[in-house]
């Protein structure tokens, strides 16, 4: 059983006009946006202590490296026990799944720096705060900024099954009430709204890396 584009256009409109899908969406954006600015900043610290220092290094990245083993999903029932199931074990998914791809592409770039640039920085009389603030940091944007497009990505699978457990509103729990009434229309909907937020922070990232990474020239895919 599969509805067709009509009939979920049809779903979608009649939420959007009594405001029920309006509701759910700002649930789960408010959500996602919650756990990624915990799970960015967090990810995006530690790659910078453990990038940088030595011995943030070998305090950090083991522990890092263990606890991105871990399924998140599966840390849900003792993030319940922990939380309880109101809004705040939705948030603490979203921020612990989100790190570690902000963690590992950031620590990976800043530890690969181009040697020459690192040296060139200290011909020209760059100390170490220089050659961080100067050389490191913006060699290693590139690497933030894929870890980002995958945090985003990683939000939204993480937020989908979270909000059909113990959830009273969201695009997942709008999913899973669909699902008792074999509203297939709605379920279809809901991919499609994930689909789409996938799509356009996907182009929010882009657009940033366009930004932020004006100065590299690199292949663009002409012929």
Same mark, same amino acid.
């Given at each position: 059983m599969l509805a067709t584009p009509g009939a979920v256009f049809s779903a979608g409109w009649e939420l %959007? +006009? %009594?405001?029920? *899908?309006?509701?759910? *969406? *700002?649930?789960? *954006? %408010?959500?996602?946006?919650? #756990?990624l600015a915990l799970g960015v900043t967090a990810g995006l610290v530690i790659a910078v202590v453990a990038g940088l220092f030595r011995l943030g290094d070998e305090l950090l990245d083991s522990t890092m490296q263990v606890l991105r083993a871990l399924p998140v999903l599966g840390l849900l029932p003792l993030v319940i026990i922990w939380f309880g199931v109101g809004e705040t074990p939705k948030i603490a998914l979203v921020a612990f799944g989100t790190a570690f791809p902000v963690y590992v592409n950031t620590y990976a770039a800043i530890r690969g720096v181009d040697h020459k640039l690192v040296e060139s920085g200290r011909t020209v009389g760059l100390g170490r705060l220089g050659l961080v603030r100067h050389v490191i940091l913006p060699g290693a944007v590139p690497g933030f900024l894929v870890g980002l497009r995958f945090a985003l990505t990683g939000a939204w699978l993480i937020m989908i099954i979270a909000e059909q457990l113990n959830a009273t509103n969201g695009i997942g729990y709008l999913m899973n009430q669909a699902q008792s009434w074999y509203r297939t229309d709605i379920i279809v909907l809901g991919l499609l709204i994930y689909g789409l937020l996938g799509l356009g922070a996907d182009g929010l990232v882009r657009l940033l890396e366009r930004r932020l990474l004006a100065w +590299? +020239?690199?292949?663009?895919? #002409?012929?």
């Open positions: %959007t +006009r %009594t405001g029920e *899908l309006t509701d759910h *969406l *700002l649930a789960s *954006l %408010t959500r996602v946006a919650s #756990g +590299r +020239r690199g292949f663009d895919g #002409g012929a």
